[in-house]
């Protein structure tokens, strides 16, 4: 027979506990856009735009979790967060001075514009998932999302690890490693 007993010790995510969760979000996002500053400053100008074959370079990579960020902090004005709204800024895939210079202006708009209390409120989030049709609205909150970015950033930084090494370079280890993987090869 099943059970109907409400859910036991859900997490009360007001007051102080909404504020810890939303600290370690926010450090997710930044421990992740530090990922990107090392990046930046490791590769050579020629090296951030190369592109061997069909495959994407460092730069476009980097573009591409940097217009994430900026449709995540261009949604919280609003009610709805557009992944599909991305800039597509190409001076951001081929130059790199204009990447290190977004990183850095990117940073200092998340920092100012995340609000711990802010963090549930229902927001939609738009992005089309299959071209032939238009693209769902589906709710989440400004913290889910930041958990979104957070995953998505890491797998482009896997990637982009991965295209350095090809070029010869040698990255710190933890560039493109999930924080789950970084806690268990930690013993933590």
């Known amino acids: 027979m099943i059970s109907e007993k409400p859910l036991a010790n859900q997490a009360d995510t007001t007051g102080a506990d909404a504020a810890g969760q939303s600290e370690q979000l ?4 930044t421990l992740c856009l530090e990922q990107c500053a090392q990046v930046l400053a490791a590769v ?8 061997a074959g069909d495959t994407a370079s460092v730069g476009a990579h980097t573009r591409h979790i940097l217009d994430r960020y900026h449709c995540f902090l261009s949604g919280l004005t609003g009610d709805c967060i557009d992944y599909d709204a991305r800039q597509r800024d190409p001076a951001l895939e081929t130059h790199l001075e204009a990447a290190r210079c977004a990183l850095g202006s990117l940073r200092r708009h998340l920092e ?3 609000l711990a209390e802010d963090s ?3 927001i939609q989030v738009r992005e089309r998932v299959d071209q032939r049709l238009p693209p769902p609205d589906v709710s989440s909150t400004p913290a889910r999302e930041m958990l979104a970015l957070v995953s998505h950033s890491i797998h482009h930084l896997a990637i982009i690890a991965l295209l350095m090494k090809a070029r010869g370079y040698t990255l710190p ?5 999930a924080p789950s993987t970084l806690a268990f090869e930690n013993g933590a």
């Open 26 to 29: 926010l450090s997710g996002c």
């Open 44 to 51: 050579s100008a020629s090296d951030y735009c190369h592109r």
């Open 112 to 114: 100012a514009a995340w």
């Open 120 to 122: 549930a409120r229902l």
């Open 173 to 177: 280890a933890h560039i493109g490693k």
